[in-house]
């Protein structure tokens, strides 16, 4: 009976010290590093867009046979830089880096380039309701899905960070800034690695 149970007990101990967990500050570290390679190879321009809800927690089996979970939320992070003559995009997770991958084209860092001014002085406005009474409501609906942006452009670092809330409306309860939000160079960009993401999640392989 003895030996089952420091046997069950092991097993938990084994279980738990293969279960990783790492938080948004680990992801920042391994993007922060990457990119600082990057600059030591002269390569200054480049940006990348973190996107992560609120709350929301993956949990992976690593090639090792270990798992690894978010701690607390999970945030994907897509690095975006051109390098002999293509574009590159490298994903990153809590969970580490992903191999580099070549895009097909340059026009995603093409459009970050030529629309560099707007993109770091438009500004995303928050949700205004048309139909809001100056009462708090009673029910109030949980927005957690963010994105946030970095850019380097020649060495000049700026960022932009919202709600995606901030870009819906509803028929019931219209968004005064509607129209305006979605008009921005950076709601562009923000679908335009809709559709990069779309094709390449799949091509992605851990390091």
Same mark, same amino acid.
């Given at each position: 009976?003895?030996?089952?149970?420091?046997?069950?007990?092991?097993?938990?101990?084994?279980?738990?010290?293969?279960?990783?967990? $790492?938080?948004?500050?680990?992801?920042? !570290?391994?993007?922060?590093?990457?990119?600082?390679?990057?600059?030591?190879?002269?390569?200054?321009?480049?940006?990348?867009?973190?996107?992560?809800?609120?709350?929301?927690?993956?949990?992976?089996?690593?090639?090792?046979?270990?798992?690894?979970?978010?701690?607390?939320?999970?945030?994907?992070?897509?690095?975006?830089?051109?390098?002999?003559?293509?574009?590159?995009? #490298?994903?990153?997770?809590?969970?580490?880096?992903?191999?580099?991958?070549?895009?097909?084209? *340059?026009?995603?860092?093409?459009?970050?380039?030529?629309? #560099?001014?707007?993109?770091?002085?438009?500004?995303?406005?928050?949700?205004? *309701?048309?139909?809001?009474?100056?009462?708090?409501?009673?029910?109030?609906?949980?927005?957690?899905?963010?994105?946030?942006?970095?850019? $380097?452009?020649?060495?000049?670092?700026?960022?932009?960070?919202?709600?995606?809330?901030?870009?819906? !409306?509803?028929?019931?309860?219209? $968004? #005064? $800034?509607?129209?305006?939000? !979605? *008009?921005?160079?950076?709601?562009?960009?923000?679908? #335009?690695?809709?559709?990069?993401?779309?094709?390449?999640?799949?091509?992605?392989?851990?390091?």
């Amino acid at each position: 009976m003895m030996k089952r149970i420091i046997l069950l007990v092991f097993t938990l101990f084994i279980s738990v010290q293969s279960i990783s967990q $790492n938080d948004e500050a680990y992801v920042d !570290t391994l993007v922060d590093d990457f990119t600082s390679k990057l600059e030591s190879r002269g390569i200054n321009t480049w940006f990348y867009n973190k996107r992560y809800c609120l709350g929301s927690i993956e949990m992976f089996k690593m090639d090792d046979g270990s798992m690894c979970t978010s701690k607390g939320t999970y945030y994907a992070v897509y690095l975006i830089w051109n390098e002999d003559d293509g574009t590159m995009i #490298k994903k990153f997770d809590n969970c580490g880096m992903y191999y580099s991958l070549t895009l097909e084209d *340059s026009g995603l860092m093409d459009a970050v380039i030529a629309n #560099k001014d707007a993109l770091q002085n438009e500004a995303v406005l928050k949700y205004d *309701s048309a139909n809001w009474t100056g009462k708090p409501e009673q029910r109030t609906k949980v927005q957690p899905c963010h994105t946030a942006f970095r850019f $380097n452009m020649d060495s000049v670092l700026f960022s932009k960070e919202y709600n995606l809330y901030h870009m819906t !409306t509803d028929a019931k309860d219209p $968004n #005064k $800034n509607y129209e305006h939000n !979605t *008009s921005l160079k950076i709601r562009s960009l923000e679908l #335009k690695m809709d559709e990069v993401i779309a094709q390449m999640e799949a091509k992605f392989r851990r390091q």
